[in-house]
């Protein structure tokens, strides 16, 4: 019971950690102008502390190894290795579009995003649980959750005179809310892929290779931006808007433990809460482009919604083929070895 309870407070921290980190991130995307390079900041400080860990971690290290070997001997496929890039699209999102919709409006997105893509992950079994039905309940949480979006890009989410990467030029800001919509069902399949790797390795190993991944993808972006407006001006000298990947990296080092205490359902429950309230409280005390409007709270009040009501009943799961046949040839073996 107290394991439960210490999960719970857990999961409401992680999630106040991600809006944290969008509301840091985008602040300094809206400084560089350039949301691209902000992200590369927060993925490349979070590589950086991971690698160091990593160093000084054999348990880290034999996580690793044992990914490279699930790789050799098929039981991953190298394409499982991509949600960093997902990843990478949800921090970049992050800096390009909080300075101009704000924590909630894009919260409410990317949740929403999240759930209506599960629906898909879940259906064709790309996690490690293996293929999930979609239920009454999962598909009402996922209208919801569309209806939410659309209440938060009504509610004046306009620029109202936020800075956004100079590469996009002037973009409305309900036009904006389709970027974290988008990071949202990547997110999705970053959680499937990320299982896989986790469950081949370690969740250690596959934060690590989520970061490192992940920070590839944003350099080759990044190149391309730099070769058509060039680098930022200068950097902003104040300390806390680098602190995104240290961030990131705490709250999935969390996630770790509270997944094990609590579980998937209630971590997520509970993470959605602390982000949604967060997010409420950020644009409320410290206002970051647009402002915090009554459909933008109807908004994130029925994101929570769709979210619970999603869950209200759970499908049963039918386990991955691979997992089945490792588990068949296991028993096989072993009955043989007895003979």
């Not at 101009?100 to 949740?111: D, H, I, K, L, Y």
Request: aromatic share 6%.
């Amino acid at each position: 019971m107290v394991l439960r309870r210490w999960g719970l407070g857990l999961g409401l921290l992680i999630g106040a950690g991600v809006a944290v980190q969008g509301r840091i991130n985008g602040e300094l995307g809206a400084r560089l102008e350039d949301g691209v390079a902000a992200a590369v900041v927060s993925f490349g400080s979070g590589f950086v502390l991971l690698l160091i860990a990593v160093a000084f971690s054999a348990r880290l290290r034999s996580g690793l190894r044992g990914v490279r070997a699930a790789l050799a001997a098929g039981e991953l496929r190298y394409w499982q290795l991509l949600g960093g890039l997902c990843g990478a699209l949800f921090v970049a999102s992050q800096s390009l579009a909080v300075a101009a919709v704000g924590v909630t409006a894009f919260t409410v997105g990317a949740v929403s995003g999240q759930l209506v893509s599960s629906l898909v992950v879940d259906r064709l079994g790309i996690g490690p649980q293996g293929r999930t039905p979609v239920t009454v309940a999962r598909l009402g949480g996922a209208i919801l959750a569309v209806g939410a979006v659309l209440l938060a890009a009504s509610g004046g989410a306009g620029t109202d005179g936020a800075t956004t990467a100079s590469w996009l030029g002037d973009v409305a800001g309900p036009v904006l809310l389709i970027l974290p919509v988008l990071a949202g069902i990547g997110l999705a399949w970053q959680q499937a892929w990320n299982g896989r790797v986790g469950t081949s390795g370690s969740p250690f190993a596959a934060t690590v290779i989520n970061f490192g991944i992940g920070l590839l993808g944003l350099l080759v972006i990044e190149a391309l931006v730099l070769v058509r407006v060039g680098a930022p001006a200068e950097f902003p000298r104040e300390p806390w808007l680098y602190l995104g990947g240290a961030i990131g990296v705490l709250f999935i080092a969390a996630g770790v433990l509270v997944v094990r205490w609590v579980g998937v359902l209630l971590m997520g429950l509970s993470t959605v809460a602390g982000q949604l309230t967060t997010s409420v409280l950020l644009d409320w005390l410290l206002p970051a482009g647009a402002a915090l409007s009554p459909a933008k709270l109807v908004g994130c009040g029925l994101t929570l919604a769709a979210v619970v009501v999603a869950t209200l009943q759970s499908g049963r799961s039918e386990p991955p083929a691979n997992t089945e046949t490792a588990q068949t040839r296991g028993r096989s073996g072993s009955r043989h070895g007895k003979r």
